[in-house]
Nanobody, 125 residues
Framework: QVLLVESGGGSVQAGGSVRLSCEFSGPNLINYAVGWFRQAPGKEREFVAARPWGLGSSTTYSDSVKGRFSISRDNVRNTVYLQMNSLKPEDTAIYFC?????????????????WGQGTQVTVSS
């Protein structure tokens, strides 16, 4: 059984930073690709960032967050992070982490088998 629990969301002013955490409960986080998605009110859930399974450092980002957000993972603490810098009001959304056994850094929602419940991030101008 894999469980994902996000934390770290909240309210921040534009230009600020927030770090989201995703605690992974299950066997061997290293065997899972991990991703972050977000969903704004009235919009579909969209891809934000992902890392493939294993020890590699490759990452994939959406164009809208590239250069501002950074995804990382701590396989010892079983936690995935999303560091978000230079936040904009359009980054306001519920952020979800997701995991896929032996997956790549896929950008599609359907590629991920496990999902957290999400954490709200609100960026004010």
């Amino acid at each position: 059984q894999v469980l994902l629990v996000e934390s770290g969301g909240g309210s921040v002013q534009a230009g600020g930073s927030v770090r989201l955490s995703c605690e992974f409960s299950g066997p061997n986080l290293i065997n899972y690709a991990v991703g972050w998605f977000r969903q704004a009110p009235g919009k579909e859930r969209e891809f934000v960032a992902a890392r493939p399974w294993g020890l590699g450092s490759s990452t994939t980002y959406s164009d809208s967050v590239k250069g501002r957000f950074s995804i990382s993972r701590d396989n010892v603490r079983n936690t995935v992070y999303l560091q978000m810098n230079s936040l904009k009001p359009e980054d306001t959304a519920i952020y979800f982490c997701a995991a896929d056994l032996f997956g790549r850094a896929n950008t599609g929602r359907d590629s991920y088998e496990y999902w957290g419940q999400g954490t709200q991030v609100t960026v004010s101008s």
